[in-house]
């Protein structure tokens, strides 16, 4: 059932970033978070694009990502209004695996070459730490469903220890509230 749902998740999530992508106030300037385009998985958990993706241009690869909730700036227009591609036929070479709240605490496999969703949910402000990016390195310049804190590739045979903590969004507020943090950890181990 988790799988399913990351599944039809990830789907619905490629078919309403193009919308969103569209409705940009004309005249606006791209963000530079990325271009239009996403990945959508197949019901067997692997990724397969639902699109060619623009050039992005995207900070350097950093041990430390923020993500937040809130759908403005998670896409990007570089055109006035993005067209559908047609499906992709090439077979995928890679399988999908969501890490969500519930593998907290958790060891993880996956095969090198596997892509890996980190998708914790919109109900926090989430801080990720990769411990070992050689291990397991962020995939530039695609956008991820809401709620998603970044998309990774197993790069390199080993483990690496994934570390988040969720703040609440009340945290940034003036005065800030004193709602705790939650923390959050799993083992990811590429063979």
């Known amino acids: 059932?988790?799988?399913?749902?990351?599944?039809?998740?990830?789907?619905?999530a490629a078919l309403v970033v193009p919308l969103l992508a569209g409705c940009v106030v004309a005249g606006a300037p791209p963000s530079a978070s990325g271009g239009p385009g996403a990945s959508s998985g197949t019901l067997d958990g692997s990724i397969e694009p639902s699109g060619s993706l623009a050039p992005a241009t995207a900070?350097?690869?950093?041990a430390v990502v923020h993500a937040s909730a809130s759908p403005i700036g998670t896409t990007s227009a570089t055109s006035p209004r993005?067209?559908?591609a047609p499906?992709?036929?090439?077979?995928?070479?890679?399988?999908?695996?969501?890490?969500?709240?519930?593998?907290?605490?958790t060891t993880i496999g996956v095969r090198l070459g596997d892509q890996?969703?980190?998708?914790l949910g919109t109900g926090l402000i989430w801080t990720v730490t990769i411990g070992d990016q050689q291990v397991l390195a962020r995939v530039i310049g695609v956008t991820v469903i809401l709620g998603a804190q970044g998309l990774y590739s197993a790069?390199?045979?080993?483990?690496?220890?994934?570390?988040?903590?969720?703040?609440?969004a009340c945290r940034t507020s003036t005065p800030?509230?004193?709602a705790p943090s939650r923390s959050f950890?799993?083992?990811?181990?590429?063979?």
């Open 176 to 178: 800030p509230c004193m």
């Open 59 to 62: 900070p350097p690869p950093s």
């Open 185 to 191: 950890s799993v083992t990811v181990v590429v063979h």
């Open 155 to 168: 790069a390199r045979t080993g483990s690496t220890l994934v570390t988040a903590i969720g703040d609440p």
């Open 82 to 84: 993005p067209t559908a």
């Open 87 to 105: 499906a992709a036929t090439a077979a995928p070479t890679a399988g999908l695996r969501t890490i969500t709240l519930a593998d907290d605490g």
């Open 1 to 12: 059932m988790h799988r399913r749902s990351s599944v039809i998740r990830i789907l619905i």
């Open 116 to 119: 890996v969703l980190i998708d």
